[in-house]
């Protein structure tokens, strides 16, 4: 595999300018904004794992930064692996969090994610439009799925799950229209994605800091 091969997968790329995708690339500072609001929330609460997922929120930031502007399989990956990162470490704090399991079963809860995604992104593939963002769509089903799986033990970060599942439906629906609209308007809403994503995460990032400060199990 050529790692420098260019990758034009957006409707505001027109060339392979550092620059073609100014809005995509400058949207990327609501990763960063996320990350800082919530590391000023976090100050004095000793949570260590939240600050985890705010380093991982960052390098989301950077990794997206970077795609959208060399926009080169090897910027891809620095784009698509912290995703793939914060969403394996949210589901392990769920899991052991929220949820209340051992840090073992919690962790074959992260293993599952991977045949759980094998055997999903197929389905939802099929779906006319999808396109990439199939890749995106367990994710909102995991979401919901434990807002149904705490609407008993934990109400209010049921609450919460299930607002952040439905942030991300929005949110996918705006990256799968990027280039159905690309003839009506030109800039795309790729950088929508980006914006409600930074939303997305930070939101899951206070969900896990209120529970945890409402007396979750564990320290994070």
């Not at 990327?28 to 904004?33: H, R, Y």
Request: glycine share 8%; net charge positive; charged share 10%.
């Amino acid at each position: 595999m050529d790692w420098m091969e260019p990758v034009d997968g957006y409707c505001e790329r027109l060339d392979a300018a550092f620059w073609a995708e100014p809005l995509n690339a400058a949207t990327n500072l609501a990763f960063l904004v996320a990350a800082a609001v919530m590391a000023w929330r976090l100050r004095g609460a000793r949570l260590p794992y939240a600050n985890i997922l705010i380093a991982i929120l960052t390098a989301i930031g950077i990794g997206s930064f970077l795609f959208h502007t060399f926009a080169t399989r090897w910027a891809g990956l620095a784009d698509t692996l912290p995703i793939l990162l914060f969403i394996l470490a949210y589901i392990f704090a769920a899991t052991r969090d929220f949820l209340g399991a051992s840090p073992r079963l919690a962790a074959l809860a992260v293993a599952a994610f991977f045949p759980f995604a094998a055997l999903t992104v197929p389905l939802f593939a099929l779906i006319p439009g999808l396109g990439s963002s199939a890749g995106y769509a367990p994710v909102p089903v995991l979401l919901l799925g434990y807002a149904v799986a705490l609407r008993r033990r934990a109400p209010d970060t049921a609450r919460n799950m299930a607002l952040a599942g439905a942030l991300l439906i929005v949110s996918l629906t705006f990256r799968t229209l990027d280039a159905p609209l690309c003839a009506v308007w030109p800039p795309g809403t790729h950088f929508v994605w980006h914006i409600l994503n930074g939303l997305l995460l930070g939101w899951l990032i206070e969900t896990y800091r209120r529970h945890m400060l409402a007396g979750g199990r564990g320290q994070g």
